[in-house]
């Protein structure tokens, strides 16, 4: 069986000696035996034990408390729970390196179409790129309503072209028009945009916004704040900015 020096086995823990002396002294972790010449010597259940230690002491537990629970009928059902935990942590962590490293790239990907850019500008594109996931969920559900009007509409142009049959048509402008307004009135509340010159957050009136000419990242715009008239940037209304631009 194999015998691990104070050296040794702190080096396999990633501490230092001082640390295994230490919970020597507080008899969280007393060495198997001793050498003819007086050196602490640990066993391979020695070595389990202080990587559980140094365990616990990551996850945050107090010396007093690991003593208590080493000492315990059961201390692995403690343990597993602790486990369950820091791995829930570790996967949280996990999950939000990974959102900012998807945000990094596509600041990158975005300052790569943008000749002159500054400080504001980076800004701008973080911001809408914190919300590009409410923006998708958007543009979703936009496109989830508004495929059955859309089938619709083609069904009732087919059956006039046809067969001749003309009121499946009005039907569809009697649901389509009222779907226009709502699902208008829904989106727009829920988007701002980002003025390229300024770099001011702007809601526009209702009326400018749904007629601009836009992408679906971008929508040709007059900024209330400079007066820049040109693309600005679309994003989601995550603030308390106002529902419409005042005149």
Known sequence: MSKYTTGEIAKLCGVSVRTVQYYDSRNLL?????????RRLYSEEDLKKMKIICFLR???????????????NDPESVISILLDEHEKLLLEEINERKNKL?????????????????????????????NKKK????????ILTGLPVTIL????????IIK??????????????????????????????????????????LKEAFWANHTPTLRKLTCPCCGHKGFCVETYNNSNTPTETPN
């Open 153 to 160: 509409q083609w069904a009732s142009i087919a059956l006039w």
């Open 135 to 142: 923006m998708r969920k958007l543009h979703t559900i936009l």
């Open 30 to 38: 007393t060495p198997s035996e001793l050498s003819e010449g007086g």
């Open 164 to 205: 001749g049959i003309w009121w499946p048509f009005i039907l569809w402008a009697v649901i389509a028009i009222p779907w226009g307004i709502i699902i208008s009135l829904y989106y727009f509340k829920r988007v701002v945009y980002i003025c390229p010159k300024c770099h001011e957050i702007f809601k526009p009136k």
């Open 102 to 130: 998807e945000m990094l790239e596509g600041i990158k990907r975005e300052l790569k179409s943008i000749k002159n850019f500054s400080v504001e500008s980076i800004g701008d594109i973080a911001y809408a790129m914190e």
């Open 58 to 72: 990551e996850a945050g537990v107090s010396l007093g408390s690991i003593g208590e629970l080493l000492s315990d």
